[in-house]
């Protein structure tokens, strides 16, 4: 196999082409730290007439930005659900489940024993 130089290579290969959003990688990032969403960086963009997904600039901000973007954290309590709080209103067991047992009871034994698998979210 013979070998090519570098020159030779450029010569037959162009590089790989840069992110459209490459030239707003600084707007991005301080409209961004600002508190602006995703939603109003495409807004952005676009009256500056460059369109792309959602996902693109989430991926755009999370791999070549180095910024995370995440949604807002859900809170979280460790207290039992109760049945006054709606409990599992909806829920129909599974014809084995044995009929005596509450869903409410066992979900609630399991969240105040701390049981990692279960988490209640609050709204």
């Given amino acids: 196999m013979t070998r090519i130089s ?11 082409s840069r992110s ?18 995703l ?3 495409l807004e952005f963009l676009a009256l500056n ?3 792309v997904a959602k ?6 901000l999370k791999r070549r930005a180095g910024v995370v973007a995440t949604p807002a954290q859900k809170k979280v309590i460790s207290a039992p659900i109760t049945k006054a709080q709606g409990g599992f209103k ?4 599974p014809a084995w489940a044995d009929p005596k ?3 409410d009871d066992e979900m609630n034994n399991r969240v105040v024993k701390g049981d990692a698998t279960v988490c209640a979210d609050v709204s």
């Fill in 20 to 37: 459209k959003l490459d030239p707003f990688r600084d707007d991005l990032l301080a409209l961004y730290s600002d508190g602006y969403s």
């Fill in 49 to 51: 007439e460059i369109q």
């Fill in 39 to 41: 939603d109003q960086l």
């Fill in 6 to 16: 570098v020159e030779q290579f450029k010569q037959r290969v162009q590089p790989a």
């Fill in 55 to 60: 996902s693109t600039l989430h991926g755009y």
């Fill in 90 to 93: 909806h829920f129909t067991p």
């Fill in 101 to 103: 047992t509450s869903v």
